[in-house]
């Protein structure tokens, strides 16, 4: 196939003809006319293997069951070219969060029958990465900022429809429903692949603790199946609904639920519980804080001196972090400064819930919540009406 490149990089016009050529089927392709590319990717033969692809990510880290279950499942279909980008560490509650300045590893493991790579950052770290064109060959090619617009929708049309790509965030261990959406690192994920055109689902387990054991993961993979492969069939006919992730939330004993319930996002949220932590319990406290801020220079130094794997492996933090407060008190004649150490612990509370529609209730009763989430800017028209009052009522008091 040849082309005029009108500008554009050679990197990125051979990166948009290796597409093109293999929605032809590749009989135009010409394999000395391939150009360098920069993304350490490239640099290798892209796959050939025309499968759909499924992007797969979570909040819990990248050796929690929920995700190591759901990939095998995935392979052992044998119907997706499978690809894992997932946090080294426990980010189940880090939100929307990214590490802007601060270096990042990636780093390759083992999962049967997958491409993966263990990244030390958040979900949202791993969606961007794993999207941006620079770990993997078949993502986002380079773009060039004068025709950002112009290859921004080249890509969606000749990536997201020659590939059939879908990112799958999951499966978390606990429920993510409710408020409790806004701290979930796997929704976050689902959401960073929606706010790049990607479709995405995010999958949450109702874990009790004390009652849920690690099997039902398998279980919970078997019962969304199902639901993940028609939305894949779907995306590559066109007919998924657009601009919407699903959140999907299994309850407790995946295999005993009473089936698939659309749902509304609730008010419900865990409860937060501070603890006073003593420091000589625990006296690594004092330093928590600075090592976490300075943990992407650690990493850069380690770098030279070991495998990003092994750098990777060595700052591994605790599930439950302790946060420090420090506040400074000054007296008539000394200067006094006082810490205290707590720990923040999510805590169930058990409400009464009567709206059929909204999530928490359908999964307290039984059923596999699937709630519709979407980036646009929503909000009632009596409140818009009631904040525009407020504004002019406001604005004048003052004059």
Same mark, same amino acid.
């Given at each position: 196939m040849t082309s005029k490149n009108n500008g554009l990089s050679a990197a990125l016009v051979s990166n948009l003809q290796d597409v $093109? =050529? +293999?929605? +032809? %089927? %590749?009989s135009d392709a010409s394999p000395s006319e391939e150009a360098p590319s920069t993304s350490v990717a490239a640099k290798e033969e892209i796959d050939e293997d025309s499968r759909p692809i499924v992007l797969v990510t979570n909040g819990d880290g990248i050796d929690s069951p929920g995700l190591l279950s759901l990939v095998e499942a995935l392979v052992s279909e044998g119907l997706y070219n499978v690809h894992v980008c997932a946090p080294q560490t426990d980010k189940s509650v880090s939100s929307h969060s990214m590490t802007p300045g601060e270096t990042i590893a990636a780093s390759s493991v083992i999962i049967k029958g997958a491409t993966a790579f263990e990244v030390s950052g958040t979900p949202v770290d791993c969606i961007s990465l794993g999207l941006s064109g620079a770990l993997f060959a078949w993502s986002k090619p380079i773009l060039v900022s004068i025709f950002l617009i112009i290859i921004e929708m080249l890509w969606y049309y000749l990536v997201i429809s020659a590939y059939f790509l879908q990112v799958i965030s999951g499966i978390n261990q606990g429920s993510s429903c409710g408020n409790q959406m806004f701290y979930s690192g796997a929704v976050a994920g689902a959401k960073e692949a929606l706010v790049s055109g990607v479709p995405s689902l =995010?999958? =949450? $387990? *109702?874990w009790k603790k004390g009652e849920s054991k690690e099997s039902e993961f398998k279980e919970a993979v078997g019962v969304c199946l199902? $639901?993940? *492969?028609?939305?894949i069939r779907d995306i590559e006919k066109g007919v998924f609904p657009k601009d919407c992730s699903l959140n999907i939330e299994i309850p407790t004993s995946p295999s005993s639920n009473k089936g698939f319930k659309v749902t509304k996002q609730s008010m419900w949220r865990q409860s937060h519980s501070w603890q006073a932590v003593s420091a000589n319990r625990h006296p690594g406290a004092g330093n928590f804080m600075s090592n976490q801020q300075s943990l992407g220079a650690q990493l850069a130094q380690l770098g030279r001196d070991a495998s990003a794997a092994g750098a990777a492996r060595r700052f591994t933090t605790q599930k439950k972090s302790i946060v420090e407060i420090e506040s @400074? %008190? @000054?007296?008539? +004649?000394?200067?006094s400064r006082v810490k205290k150490y707590f720990r923040l612990e999510f805590v169930a509370k058990n409400e009464e819930h009567t709206d059929e529609d909204l999530d928490i209730k359908a999964l307290e009763d039984g059923f596999v919540s699937v709630t519709p989430l979407s980036l646009r800017p929503k909000m009632? =028209?009596?409140t818009q009406a009631a904040v525009s009052e407020w504004i002019s009522k406001a604005l004048n008091a003052d004059q």
């Open positions: $093109l =050529s +293999k929605r +032809k %089927g %590749g =995010s999958i =949450s $387990l *109702n199902p $639901l993940i *492969n028609a939305t @400074v %008190g @000054v007296a008539p +004649k000394t200067e009632d =028209s009596e």
